[in-house]
């Protein structure tokens, strides 16, 4: 079905739908590692790119084609590459892109392992890079050189929820000849769609809020352009970072409620974003929905909501924080986001705890911060978890890591 012309949520359920033999109202898992040709010369013809039809699922599938048309017409691109997982599309993503003696820009409080990817590995193959805070724009253009092949954002980051214009940095790319690729993770094509603001490639850990039932890891890559697709697609299949048939069916289940699901827990987030706010035990709260952050009006005008992530800084620190941990009951004590399930952790103790001290502050990550997904559960259910939690903290707890 042509779904190009439909609103996006009737392109949640109808993107990707293909015809089907038997009728089957969805598209079925083509759990098969290989498809026969009809003979020899259409063997051929596959292989030539003169005939239609699958020939290997490392190099294509049924099931996995259709998630992978239904995201790039979410994401308003010209096609998409499924990944086994969010870091599989950020390695095909620099491997296909980047060369010895290539620089990249990129956002210093990106996930972690997309900048270590970048700094511990690609770096001995003669990547070079440059970190900055690249919510001011102004430290993008400075780091560009003439061998900046690259702009790599994440808006809003993650845990310190900082926006990043994309306008103004695929602008800036652009006259420098480089790509701007975009994390799109936090806020999903829902709420934001990085090729409409400038973005060459957009990916996702689809293992977030797309699939949205933690119960898959996958990524997801979205190309603007057929030239950046035919440079992208073969590396990753090369890479052997293909996605597997059974993940791209639950994934593209999880697809058709991402409104409703985001809608519910944005909903549920501004309400505890502002009753944590006006927590004593709270010293702030990052919540791009709220008029405190510092990039609200920015993420007014890129996002069409303030999507369902939540920081805040709890007053007594890293203790603080490792007790909220051992005293939430409802909110789930666990890494990973943008499940129906609310999860809670605190960075400083856990997903960034391999940080120096420095480096976590730097990245905007204190001792008392805790990231908080919101899921869609009701919201005074959520609030009085928190506050029960919130109650067993000492008013004196002590700040050290
Ligand atoms: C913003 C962001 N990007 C990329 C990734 C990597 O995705 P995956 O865990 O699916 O490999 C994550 C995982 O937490 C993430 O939060």
């Known amino acids: ?46 292989f030539a790119g003169l005939a239609d039809g699958f020939i290997y699922t490392r190099l294509g599938n049924p099931t996995t084609h259709a998630l ?6 979410l994401e308003n691109g010209y096609a998409g590459i499924a990944t086994s997982s ?31 990817l970048i700094e511990k590995h690609l770096s001995r193959f003669g990547v070079e890079f440059t970190y900055v805070d690249t919510s001011d724009t102004e430290n993008v253009r400075k780091s560009m050189r003439p061998t ?62 797309i699939n949205g039932h933690a119960d898959v890891v996958g990524g997801i890559i979205v190309t603007k352009t057929a030239e950046l697709d035919r440079t992208i697609r073969p590396l990753m299949i090369n890479l052997g970072c293909n996605m597997d048939p059974h993940q791209a069916f639950l994934v593209h289940r999880g697809v058709k409620t991402l409104s409703i699901r985001i809608e519910r827990a944005q909903a549920n987030a501004m309400r505890i ?74 960075p400083a103790s856990m997903t960034h705890a391999g940080m120096s001290h420095a480096d976590r502050l730097e990245g905007g990550i204190t001792d008392g911060l805790v990231r908080y997904s919101v899921g869609i559960e009701d919201a005074e259910d959520l609030i009085a978890d928190l506050a029960q939690a919130m109650e067993r903290i000492p008013d004196r707890t002590s700040s050290h890591s």
């Not at 779904?3 to 079925?28: C, E, I, M, Q, W």
């Not at 060369?99 to 820009?105: D, P």
């Not at 409802?330 to 999860?343: C, N, P």
């Open 86 to 116: 969010g870091m599989g599309a950020v390695s095909a993503i620099y491997m296909a892109l980047l060369s010895a003696g290539s620089h990249i820009v990129g956002t210093a409080s990106v996930y972690g392992p997309s900048r270590g």
């Open 148 to 209: 900046t092949r690259m702009v790599y954002v994440e808006t809003p980051s993650n845990p310190a929820m900082l926006v990043t214009d994309l306008k103004e940095v695929a602008d800036i790319a652009h006259r420098h000849g480089a790509v701007l690729v975009v994390d799109n993770t936090f806020a999903s094509p829902y709420l934001q769609r990085p090729i409409d603001l400038g973005a060459d490639v957009v990916f996702h850990s689809v293992t977030k809020f």
């Open 68 to 73: 992978e048309q239904a995201i790039a017409e």
């Open 273 to 346: 974003a502002v009753w944590l706010e006006a927590h004593p035990k709270v010293a702030w709260v990052r919540y791009v929905g709220l008029r405190s952050h510092p990039q609200h009006e920015l993420a007014r005008r890129q996002m069409s909501g303030p999507g369902a992530m939540i920081s805040f800084e709890l007053k007594g620190g890293f203790d603080a924080g490792r007790m909220l941990m051992d005293n939430v009951r409802l909110a789930t004590l666990a890494v990973s986001l943008g499940g129906v399930e609310t999860l809670v952790e605190h």
């Open 1 to 46: 079905m042509d779904t190009k012309h439909l609103g996006f949520n009737s392109k949640l359920v109808h993107a990707g739908a293909h015809r089907d033999p038997y009728g089957s109202a969805v598209v079925p898992i083509y759990q098969t590692s290989t498809f026969a040709f009809e003979n020899a010369q259409n063997g051929a013809d596959r």
